[in-house]
Each structure stands twice: as C-alpha cells, then as structure tokens.
C-alpha cells in the first residue's frame, strides 16, 4: 500500500464514519453524558474533517503540479518577478 492510498483511505467518509462510530461506543461504555459524548464527538468529527480537506488539497495540488508543463511554471516565475 502506497502513501497516497493510505491517506486516501485514512481520509474517507467510511473511515470517519466508522471512527466516530468506535469513539461513540467507547464513551458510552464508559457511560458518560449523552452531552459529553456529542461534544467529543462534534470535536474529533471537526478535526477529521480539516485533516481530510488539507490532505485533499494537497493531493490537488501535487497532481496540477505534476501536470503542468515546464514552461508554465518559468512563466508564471517570470510574471511574478
């Protein structure tokens, strides 16, 4: 399994999905308050969510890089300077 397919599937809804599930099923074996549990679950489905977006927009951009021919980019350099 390469880097990329473990960020990909690390990143998906299904594992998110699943994860939060798991984190659920802890805290109520745990019996914690149904208002804990929505807490730490709206903050660990928030910190998912930012982590999947900035590993999405990488990906992005690593694949318009590789891409891009050679003489847009000295161009786009040129334009800049």
Request: glycine residues 4%; proline residues 1%.
């Amino acid at each position: 399994m390469t880097k990329k397919d473990l960020i990909r599937k690390l990143t998906s809804r299904k594992f998110i999905s699943a994860l939060l599930g798991f984190i659920t099923a802890v805290l109520i074996a745990f019996k914690m308050s149904e208002n804990e549990i929505a807490q730490i679950v709206a903050i660990v489905g928030s910190f998912m969510t930012l982590i999947s977006y900035i590993f999405v927009e990488g990906n992005i951009d690593d694949t318009y890089a590789l891409m891009k021919p050679d003489h847009e980019e000295q161009k786009e350099e040129e334009n800049h300077e």
